[in-house]
């Protein structure tokens, strides 16, 4: 066959196999045997044989690439990931629907929902890149695919996501007058039951998979993509960034569906819209009940605001979106005996008690601790030791004993009897009035420092890849690190003489460490563990610090190996817009405690905490320690914008003509402001737009300023 018959032929095969494959895999409408499938695509391979310069990388021959030889490389999402919150009730979800009530500040509110199966497999963001090539219509082809990892960042599976014969490598979308470069479509890996069984069928027994969940995800990890083109690997999508959605006009996630399934992408046929989120129980009750039928596994609903707009006004908290819930089945329950009965000391110095159990499975994972929360729980529960008790995992993340079976307790069971003192460093036990928990209250407290340590380095604090649990245990042993500023002392001498430390290990926490000098003062704030200060509050307290004109220079350091082992450069000085941490502590202490409680968000049990903290002279002498070896705490984002709001509160009512509510609540965070769910005496303006609510009454009542969008933006040019 001559090249030009030959490309005619291949253009023709690919087209086709294509389409068998969508109908096959997307559309659920096989129209030929698999045998003509893999015909075709002989035909296909041998033609690209005879032919290589007309390979491309979207042919269905191509799915399958080279082994990687190593770990999984780490790269960063085109846009943060975040988890949705959980409910199990039609409690849990009338109280979803008062919360966005509440936020919105519309009584009524009873949104159109999208109801969509929440397939139990492998999260993955898919980025496409438009061919410049192609200027007639939009064509996109499959760049790379990255698992959730942090929500910064994931490891790249696009050598074995690639293997999905459901997944095209192309897609090509009707043109727009700007189409963005990427598109960033989210799904769901997962492989069918029957492909599970299958996939343990060849494996040993010691090496088999528990679920489908844990399949896909130890299939898509392989580093040799055969491997998991042997495994039957399927997807379905659900979602197209902002970016995207917006060049291509989706105004709701049905929307957002039907594009995907326009463009060839697998998205699940099972999909409802309901008028009134009230509605959503008859969906659930209906999947709950056939769900074994289903080919492959899923855990429950997922149900999103459909309306995009509305999703833009709800916003999200700092780890997950208010406007999507996901409606989760009771959670699996199975019966251990409790052997023993042990405590855990946590970073506050809470003292947790932990039952130790029979191995079970539960929720496809082998349990063998389940937590008993506190003292009050073990007396409510009357749990013993040696009793037969029932588990259930809270969220399906920790098991949790739920009840006794007192009918088959032995008569050598034993009571737990919570001890007086601390089982790390024998510190006399407090429990203050109105709390539940026992603490120790020894700063020294061994365990307790450990788990503050964990808490400072991890990820929605300072970030510090690599430095986990156990090596900051053997760190503490060897004496090498005593406190968090010790952390940035550390040198590759020091990690080289820990068990299982080579020089790549080394050198990449070295670098994680150095990366993490400079950071956002929320997340320093919240990295500082201190009581009562979690991820939002220290948001809050962040933007509430009044922040230099000055900037401050630092020294930055390569973590390259050579030079810390066998010196090299010189560390180089860099000015930077920032505060040293010993300054915000000064900063806080000057700021009176009742002010601080007036911050909204606050209140005055944080403020309380927050200055004792700040007035403990060894906390001032660590922030000291930290600002001498260079770590420096950055502006919140958003927070450079000129801080004309600050010490003012605002409250949002009704709906403003070109502003989303929540653009609004960033614009005014963003200059030093704060936003109110009510209004009270101490608001400062009420923004209102169209059809504003009983809070534009209370203002009138109270006084308070009432301005428009068209002041609101206004008041920011001056």
């Given amino acids: 066959m001559e090249k030009a018959a030959a490309a005619r032929r291949i253009a023709a095969l690919r087209e086709e196999i294509w389409r068998l494959n969508k109908a096959y895999f997307v559309e659920n409408r096989p129209g030929v045997s698999e045998d003509v499938r893999d015909s075709l695509k002989q035909e296909l391979i041998q033609l690209e044989r005879n032919f290589p310069d007309l390979v491309t990388p979207d042919s269905p021959t191509q799915r399958v690439g080279a082994p990687l030889d190593g770990r999984l490389p780490k790269v960063a999402h085109l846009t943060p990931k975040q988890s949705l919150s959980d409910a199990f009730s039609k409690e849990e979800i009338a109280d979803w629907l008062e919360q966005m009530q509440r936020f919105l500040g519309q009584d009524g509110f009873d949104p159109e929902v999208v109801c969509e199966l929440k397939i139990d497999g492998l999260n993955i963001s898919l980025v496409y890149e438009r061919d410049p090539k192609h200027m007639q219509d939009a064509a996109y082809h499959l760049a790379r695919a990255v698992t959730r990892g942090n929500g910064i960042e994931g490891e790249d599976v696009t050598h074995t996501v690639r293997t999905i014969e459901s997944l095209p490598l192309c897609i090509v979308v009707r043109s727009v007058a700007a189409p963005p470069r990427f598109l960033e479509v989210g799904g769901e890996v997962y492989i069918p039951k029957a492909s599970l069984a299958k996939v343990n069928a060849a494996l040993p027994e010691a090496e088999r998979f528990s679920n489908p969940r844990n399949a896909a995800a130890g299939s898509v990890r392989q580093l040799d993509p055969q491997a998991a083109a042997e495994r039957d690997l399927r997807i379905f999508c659900y979602s197209l960034d902002e970016v995207g959605a917006e060049a291509f006009g989706l105004r709701t996630q049905a929307d957002v ?25 008859r969906i659930y009750d209906r999947v709950r009940e056939h769900r074994e039928a289903l080919p492959y596994d899923i855990d429950g609903l997922v149900l999103k605001v459909n309306d995009r707009r509305l999703q833009r006004d709800l916003g999200s908290t700092a780890k997950a979106p208010r406007w999507a819930r996901a409606y989760k089945f009771p959670a699996e329950e199975k019966t251990a005996q409790i052997l023993d009965v042990r405590l855990q000391v946590g970073r506050t110095g809470a003292i947790t008690p932990v039952a130790v159990l029979t191995p079970t499975q539960l929720a496809g994972t082998t349990v063998t601790r389940a937590t008993l929360h506190n003292q009050d729980e073990i007396e409510r529960l009357d749990a013993r030791i040696g009793d037969t008790v029932v588990l259930r995992k809270a969220g399906d993340i920790i098991p949790e004993v739920v009840s006794v079976l007192a009918n088959l307790r032995p008569k050598s069971a034993k009571p737990f009897h919570f001890p007086k003192e601390c089982p790390s460093c024998g510190t006399r036990l407090v429990r203050a009035e109105g709390e539940v928990a026992h603490r120790c209250p020894n700063p020294e407290c061994g365990a307790a420092r450990q ?50 430390f080579k020089e790549k290990k080394t050198e990449n926490l070295l670098s994680s ?30 933007r509430s610090i009044a922040w230099p004109v000055s900037s401050v220079t630092v020294q930055e350091r390569s973590a390259s190996l050579q030079p810390t082992l066998f010196g090299g450069h010189k560390p180089a000085k860099i000015n930077v817009h920032a505060m040293r941490p010993e300054d915000i502590g000064a900063a806080l202490k000057a700021m009176p405690e009742a002010d601080i409680a007036s911050i909204s968000g606050i209140g005055p049990v944080v403020a309380q905490s927050v200055r004792q903290w700040f007035g403990v002279a060894e906390h001032g002498a660590l922030l000291r320690k930290f600002g001498k070896l260079g770590i420096v705490c950055l502006q919140p984002e958003g927070s450079s914008a000129p801080q ?6 605002f ?14 609540k960033t614009m005014i965070k963003d200059r030093g402001g704060s936003v109110s769910g009510s209004v009270s005496k101490k608001t400062d303006y009420v923004l209102a737009g169209d059809d504003p609510g009983s809070k534009y009454d209370d203002a009138k009542k109270l006084g308070v300023a009432i301005i428009d969008e068209a002041e609101f933006k206004a008041m920011m040019k001056r």
């Fill in 451 to 500: 788990e503050q340590l964990a808490h400072f380095a991890s990820r929605y604090a300072m970030n510090i890849e690599g430095l986990g649990g156990e090596t900051i245990e053997e760190l503490l042993a060897q004496d090498v690190i005593n406190d968090a500023a010790d952390i940035f002392a550390l040198t590759a001498a020091d990690l080289l003489a820990l068990p299982l």
């Fill in 257 to 281: 569906l039907r594009w995907l399934r326009d463009a060839g992408i697998p998205v699940n046929p099972d999909e409802h819209v309901v008028k009134h989120l009230r509605d959503v129980h």
């Fill in 651 to 664: 409250v949002l009512t009704g709906a403003l003509p070109h502003l989303s509510r929540e653009e609004a």
């Fill in 513 to 542: 460490i150095e990366r993490s000098k400079r950071v956002p003062l929320d997340r320093f704030l919240f990295a500082l563990g201190i009581r009562h200060v979690g991820r939002e509050t220290a948001d809050v307290l962040a």
């Fill in 644 to 649: 004309i709001f600050r010490d003012k509160t």
